[in-house]
T-cell receptor
Framework: DGGITQSPKYLFRKEGQNVTLSCEQN?????MYWYRQDPGQGLRLIYY???????QKGDIAEGYSVSREKKESFPLTVTSAQKNPTAFYLC?????????????FGSGTRLTVV | GESVGLHLPTLSVQEGDNSIINCAYS??????FIWYKQESGKGPQFIID?????DKRQGQRVTVLLNKTVKHLSLQIAATQPGDSAVYFC?????????FGQGTELSVKP
């Protein structure tokens, strides 16, 4: 969606496993974000990165890790420390030059623990 | 914590009627709000935004009203169509992040 590719669309994880969700963008946006969405809930911020090689924790970072080695990529790893990882994960980018804060969202990855 | 919140989790309207989705915020210094539409299984899409120096802003079939006195904003959808069925969020940029409300699920009855 809008130059953001999230993969896979559906992901199943066994308890105790780490899994990595991919987010790639070709929008040349500096900032990238990871949100978690539970059924009937709003979006909660996990991690965000304003520039390459730098990232900050959001409101619910525990049990997650990220890296930002390239401008185009911001992968999210859900570790075994995340006790309730089943959720819909959304990646977003931001171009600060736009008046609507230029947020663009990917189409999401639905993670299920089996 | 959150600084924006929606009043009702669900809203059901008849096709062709107008829909009104409400949102309240807590910080009187908030100066910018965004409405998003999220269809099932997809990411949120930008609908319309409004700055605090405005009371009203209109888009195509949508209007956002901002009442700074009571810290309330609303999204009005005219002549609601089945394709408008989705979850609607108000959001506010804060500290370089985007803070979302809980969302209201709009259902359109044919």
């Amino acid at each position: 969606d809008g130059g953001i590719t999230q993969s896979p669309k559906y992901l199943f994880r066994k308890e105790g496993q780490n899994v990595t969700l991919s987010c790639e963008q070709n929008l040349n946006h500096d900032a990238m974000y990871w949100y978690r969405q539970d059924p009937g809930q709003g979006l909660r911020l996990i991690y965000y990165s304003q520039i390459v090689n730098d990232f900050q924790k959001g409101d619910i970072a525990e049990g997650y890790s990220v890296s930002r080695e390239k401008k185009e990529s911001f992968p999210l790893t859900v570790t075994s420390a995340q006790k309730n990882p089943t959720a819909f994960y959304l990646c977003a980018t931001q171009d600060r030059g736009y008046s609507n804060y230029g947020y663009t969202f990917g189409s999401g990855t639905r993670l299920t623990v089996v | 914590g959150e600084s924006v919140g929606l009043h009702l989790p669900t809203l059901s309207v008849q096709e062709g009627d107008n829909s009104i989705i409400n949102c309240a915020y807590s910080n009187s210094a908030s100066d910018y709000f965004i409405w998003y539409k999220q269809e099932s299984g997809k990411g949120p899409q930008f609908i319309i935004d409004i700055r605090s120096n405005m009371d009203k802003r209109q888009g195509q079939r949508v209007t956002v009203l901002l009442n700074k006195t009571v810290k309330h904003l609303s999204l009005q959808i005219a002549a609601t169509q089945p394709g408008d069925s989705a979850v609607y969020f108000c959001a506010e940029p804060k500290g370089g992040k985007l803070i979302f409300g809980q969302g209201t699920e709009l259902s359109v009855k044919p």
